[in-house]
């Protein structure tokens, strides 16, 4: 069987759960990396095209023209992991909201705008805002903005790097200063906790938690996203706060680093879909 992972990122060739799977699943299949990073959306497919197309595409990128390769790849038959719809839900902040409360998941109150500058431009719009407020990209990039704001002061200070930049702002939602991380591969889940990133000088260390820590809601959320999004491989941010479990991000394809054993259970599933 023909395997392609679809990537962007140098280290990924050397990553310590990603590289270990395809070199095991490279002794029984042919495995090819398709690195879009310096490609368009057209130059990735023609590339593509000079090779006969592979019986799994894992998508390992969110980069638009991985998206768009996918995509063509897609409407020719291909099967993709996770797919164009499923990866593009997963990078628009304002998809991603729809798709929660059509689901009723438990979600930060979530606005869009079509650029900072817009929201900065109305005042009585501004004047109804709840401080602290999270302020996201509207769409999910390296590099893309992500903090929390105090007051519209603190908004006003972001225009000179994000003016144009269409954002969303999220309510707060106030934690017990734990990030739960959970990663899904086939609907078996792997779960951590970490000191969040709003305590200053927090420990980025994850906290492994095992299947008998995992509360009954936690599961039964984590695993409910997977079908909103039709998601076979992600990851799931959740806090932990006084109205229950808020999910505050979802992620498609994550690295799954530092997680034991997702080197084999994502073999497990590209064996199980060839």
């Not at 490609?39 to 000079?50: K, N, P, S, V």
């Not at 969040?196 to 809601?217: C, F, R, V």
Request: charged share 20%.
């Amino acid at each position: 069987m023909n395997i392609c992972l679809i990537m962007d990122n140098p280290e990924t060739p050397h990553h310590p759960v990603i590289a270990v799977a395809l070199q095991k699943l490279a002794k029984k299949h042919n495995v090819r990396l398709l690195d879009v990073r310096t490609l368009t959306g057209e130059q990735a497919i023609a590339q593509e095209q000079t090779h006969p197309q592979a019986n799994l595409y894992l998508l390992k990128s969110h980069a638009p023209q991985a998206l768009e390769t996918a995509h063509y790849l897609e409407q020719r038959g291909a099967l993709v992991v996770n797919s164009w719809a499923s990866s593009i839900a997963c990078q628009d902040r304002v998809l991603m909201s729809q798709r929660m409360s059509e689901a009723h998941l438990p979600w930060p109150h979530t606005q869009y705008f079509p650029s900072l500058e817009n929201l900065l431009t109305q005042a009585r719009v501004l004047s109804t805002l709840a401080f602290p407020l999270i302020i996201k990209s509207h769409y999910s990039h390296r590099g893309d903005l992500v903090g929390k704001i105090n007051s519209v002061e603190e908004l006003k200070a972001l225009a000179p790097q994000w003016s144009k930049e269409p954002i969303v702002i999220q309510e707060f939602a106030a934690g017990d200063g734990w990030d739960i991380k959970l990663w899904v591969i086939d609907q078996q889940i792997f779960a951590a906790r970490r000191r969040t990133p709003l305590i200053p000088g927090a420990s980025k260390e994850d906290i492994p938690l095992t299947a008998d820590e995992l509360p009954e809601d936690w599961i039964r959320i984590t695993l409910t996203i997977s079908s909103v999004f039709d998601l076979r491989l992600y990851g799931v941010d959740l806090l932990v706060t006084e109205r229950g479990p808020i999910i505050v991000d979802v992620n498609s394809f994550p690295g799954f680093r530092g997680v034991p054993g997702a080197d084999d259970a994502l073999v497990d599933l590209v064996e199980r879909l060839l």
